[in-house]
């Protein structure tokens, strides 16, 4: 069974930076897509960074791209989301995601229904 734990998450001015980190634990295959999502109060679950198990290559949103990063330590079984330029619209929970077996990110698009494994969250807040 996949674990996720996520951390980093705090309070921030905007423009500021923070690196949310994410362990994984009970991965077995090898093919398989990692995500970051977020949800803020009233809305929508929605897909921010993700990247493939066995292929090169990262996706971003469209409202992150630009500032954040999303890339992982696969000797230590960590998924981290690096995010500069902080803007207040960026407040949510951030959640770490993981497929099943699936060969790329590429096939999964954004919906978090595809995601099968989640973290417990981490609250990022920007302040104007």
């Known amino acids: 069974q996949v674990q996720l734990v996520e951390s980093g998450g705090g309070s921030v001015q905007a423009g500021g930076s923070l690196t949310l980190s994410c362990k994984i634990s009970?991965?077995?295959?090898?093919?398989?897509?990692l995500g970051w999502f977020r949800q803020a109060p009233g809305k929508e679950r929605e897909g921010v960074a993700k990247?493939?198990?066995?292929?090169?290559?990262?996706y971003l949103a469209d409202s992150v791209r630009g500032r954040f990063t999303i890339s992982r330590d696969s000797a230590k079984n960590l998924l981290y989301l690096q995010m500069n330029s902080l803007k207040p619209e960026d407040s949510a929970m951030y959640y770490c995601?993981?497929?099943?077996?699936?060969?790329?990110?590429?096939?999964?698009?954004?919906?978090?229904?595809?995601?099968?494994?989640w973290g417990q969250g981490t609250q990022v807040t920007v302040s104007s």
């Open positions: 009970g991965m077995t295959y090898s093919r398989y897509c």
């Open positions: 990247l493939s198990g066995a292929s090169p290559g990262t």
């Open positions: 995601a993981a497929t099943g077996y699936v060969h790329s990110c590429g096939v999964v698009g954004w919906t978090p229904d595809n995601f099968i494994s």
